[in-house]
């Protein structure tokens, strides 16, 4: 059975805060090669980048534009993949240390926290700084977008998990 106790969101948030500086650090200045220029210009107009083209994406991308209206248009939605990809890693976080939580019971208490907070630590920093996700979390990419849901899809079912079968008040 999971543990009933509060995530620890400061931290998640403290390792999203560090990511985000890394690749804010390496992000790309301007239109960087490949699908990113394709994928900005179909942001700005509501266009279709090639077949079959990433709908949310092009609408998020959009909205994103045009409500953070602080540099060149190439540069915010390169910041969008940031942020993204930094959200990511706190979600990230928190599956890792969740998981971890509930792991090696035979130890006590706090080691059992600490080694939580280093699993949770270790997933967001290496999810975060490899290879392929670095590169699409510094440009304009679809990836950056996919993992944060994927990740905030995975921490709110460990949390349903967590809370299943409890009695719940509307009041």
Do not use: K
Not at 127 to 147: D, G, K, L, P
């Amino acid at each position: 059975r999971m543990t009933m106790e509060r995530p620890p969101y400061r931290v998640a948030v403290s390792a999203a805060a560090a990511v985000f500086g890394g690749y804010l650090l390496t992000l790309a200045p301007s239109v960087p090669f490949w699908d990113a220029g394709e994928l900005i210009t179909a942001a700005r107009t509501l266009g279709i980048p090639h077949p079959p083209g990433p709908p949310l994406f092009v609408l998020i991308a959009h909205v994103w534009g045009l409500l953070f209206a602080v540099g060149e248009y190439a540069w915010r939605l390169n910041l969008l993949s940031a942020v993204c990809g930094a959200a990511a890693a706190g979600c990230w976080f928190l599956v890792a240390h969740a998981t971890a939580s509930t792991m090696y019971r035979e130890i006590g208490e706090e080691p059992r926290r600490a080694l939580a907070l280093g699993v949770g630590c270790a997933a967001a920093l290496l999810t975060a700084f490899s290879f392929t996700n670095w590169q699409n979390s510094v440009e304009t990419e679809v990836y950056s977008v996919a993992m944060l849901s994927i990740g905030l899809v995975a921490w709110l079912a460990i949390r349903w998990r967590a809370h299943r079968g409890r009695a719940v008040s509307y009041t």
